[in-house]
């Protein structure tokens, strides 16, 4: 998994459905810098994510497979959206984001998130200790 450090969940509340039981924090300069660059498919496996915060957007520069990315405003509402965004691209950056979820390829679409959806993201806390 990328980036050591803080793990929680982001649940989206609109839809009533988890987006990533085993997600990673990058604050650091260096962590967000690297995202999911060496990673592999089965690392980055359903049920994972890497919030990247700040950002306002990202890259998908030596990556082997695609990813979905959830660009956030402050409140944690979806204000853009890039599905199965291919490996050596890079993404649009959006000013009024805060931070950047990156999910695995087709999340978005077995979750139906939508903009406007608002995601719930826990630091320390598992799946396991938020009940649904």
């Not at 929680?8 to 009533?16: C, K």
């Not at 497979?65 to 490996?87: A, C, M, Q, R």
Request: hydrophobic fraction near 35%; glycine fraction near 10%.
């Amino acid at each position: 998994m990328p980036a050591p450090g803080t793990t929680g969940y982001a649940f989206n509340r609109t839809r009533q459905v988890y987006l990533a039981t085993k997600l990673s924090v990058a604050r650091t300069h260096w962590s967000r810098l690297l995202g999911l660059m060496g990673e592999n498919r089965e690392s980055f496996g359903p049920g994972h994510g890497l919030w990247i915060v700040p950002s306002r957007g990202v890259h998908t520069f030596a990556m082997r497979f695609p990813i979905d990315v959830v660009y956030l405003d402050e409140g944690k509402t979806v204000l853009h959206l890039e599905k199965n965004l291919s490996p050596w691209r890079v993404a649009p950056v959006r000013m009024r984001a805060t931070s950047v979820l990156e999910l695995p390829g087709n999340t978005l679409n077995s979750t139906g998130t939508l903009l406007g959806d608002e995601i719930e993201i826990v630091e320390g806390q598992t799946r396991e200790d938020h009940p649904a």
